[in-house]
């Protein structure tokens, strides 16, 4: 097996380092290395990182790892993790700005406090805007690119481009580049336009959401989120608790008891193999159940152990 070469930088404000556990670096608390992880300081420190990288490198971009399975072999090449706490927020030309690297909370509790109304879905959503445009992000009625004006994009060169919607196919928790294929490139920010309403009143609706999260997800234990898709005029957590799966586990993954999409990892001792086998095996019980297909939200990286 070749030796991963660290790439070997110059003039750099972020940070470089290696053989680094990327559990820390997802929700889920669980999964093997990456050779090498750079916490960019900024956009242009991303930029000049990207240029001195060989093509070769292949480069996997983590958020806040909300969405995200690593598996325990690892990830070769170089992790970019976006989150950044400093990332930049503003109001401009009655656009709401975001840096890629914000978490989307914060997106919706400034656009709250700044009069705008319908960003409160995002409050529990805890990924970056980033992760929350590749994802299209969405519950309780909103979706991510329904607000977009305009996008910033990195591409693996090093090159800033701007897009707007109309370059991309949108979906449900799906986003692809208008001719159909995989999205290319970093976002790095992005121009959201929210209708302006009273700003107590979106707060207060933020409050509301978050409150029925706690009531209904199981927040306190290591997860991902909904691992399925819901399927048309369906709710994957409906079909799964029908199948008799709540509280199913495999090795120190399990089936949550308080909402059958969520797998949790209640001992932090999950193997990410652990979670795949799960996925696996809730998938294939709902098919021979309910015949139906259920399709996967949560995107799994890296290589097996
Ligand atoms: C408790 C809980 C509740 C959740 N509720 C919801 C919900 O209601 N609705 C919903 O839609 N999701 C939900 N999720 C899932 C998740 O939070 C979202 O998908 C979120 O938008 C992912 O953001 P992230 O930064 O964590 O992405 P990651 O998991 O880090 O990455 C997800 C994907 O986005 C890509 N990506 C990340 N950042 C960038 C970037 N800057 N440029 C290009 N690609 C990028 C990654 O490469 C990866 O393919 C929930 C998750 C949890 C843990």
């Known amino acids: 097996m070749m030796m991963h070469e660290p790439p070997n930088l110059v003039g750099l404000r972020g940070r470089l380092s290696h053989r680094v556990s990327l559990a820390k670096y997802t929700t889920w608390r669980a999964g093997g290395i990456a050779d090498s992880l750079y916490l960019p300081a900024d956009r242009d420190d991303l930029a000049s990182f990207l240029r001195q990288l060989t093509v070769f490198e292949a480069v996997t971009v983590l958020g806040l790892g909300s969405n995200t399975l690593v598996r325990d072999g690892g990830v070769r090449g170089t992790v970019v993790v976006m989150h950044n706490p400093?990332?930049?927020?503003?109001?401009?030309?009655?656009?709401?700005?975001?840096?890629?690297?914000?978490?989307?909370?914060?997106?919706?509790?400034?656009?709250?406090?700044?009069?705008?109304?319908?960003?409160?879905?995002?409050?529990?959503?805890?990924?970056?805007?980033?992760?929350?445009?590749?994802?299209?992000?969405?519950?309780?009625?909103?979706?991510?690119?329904?607000?977009?004006?305009?996008?910033?994009?990195?591409?693996?060169?090093?090159?800033?481009?701007?897009?707007?919607?109309?370059?991309?196919?949108?979906?449900?928790?799906?986003?692809?580049?208008?001719?159909?294929?995989?999205?290319?490139?970093?976002?790095?920010?992005?121009?959201?336009?929210?209708?302006?309403?009273?700003?107590?009143?979106?707060?207060?609706?933020?409050?509301?959401?978050?409150?029925?999260?706690?009531?209904?997800q199981p927040l306190a234990l290591p997860n991902a989120g909904s691992v399925f898709r819901n399927p048309p005029g369906d709710h994957a957590a409906r079909l799964i608790e029908s199948c008799g799966l709540k509280g199913y586990a495999i090795g120190g993954a399990r089936v949550s008891e308080k909402h059958a999409n969520f797998i949790v990892n209640p001992r932090g001792g999950a193997k990410a193999a652990d979670i795949e086998a799960l996925i696996a095996h809730v998938r294939e019980t709902v098919r021979m159940h309910t015949g139906v297909e259920l399709e996967q939200e949560v995107r799994v990286v890296g290589e097996a152990a």
């Not at 700005?97 to 509790?109: F, H, I, N, V």
């Not at 109309?166 to 959201?192: H, P, Q």
């Open 86 to 216: 400093g990332a930049a927020l503003a109001v401009m030309d009655g656009l709401v700005y975001a840096d890629a690297g914000a978490a989307s909370p914060k997106l919706a509790r400034f656009a709250a406090t700044h009069g705008c109304v319908e960003a409160e879905f995002l409050a529990g959503v805890p990924g970056t805007v980033g992760g929350a445009l590749a994802m299209n992000a969405g519950c309780y009625g909103g979706e991510t690119w329904r607000y977009v004006v305009r996008v910033e994009v990195l591409t693996r060169k090093g090159v800033f481009v701007v897009r707007t919607p109309a370059d991309y196919a949108i979906g449900y928790r799906s986003v692809r580049r208008a001719d159909g294929a995989a999205l290319d490139g970093i976002f790095t920010g992005a121009w959201f336009r929210f209708p302006q309403g009273d700003a107590t009143k979106a707060r207060a609706r933020i409050k509301d959401l978050l409150a029925r999260r706690i009531a209904t």
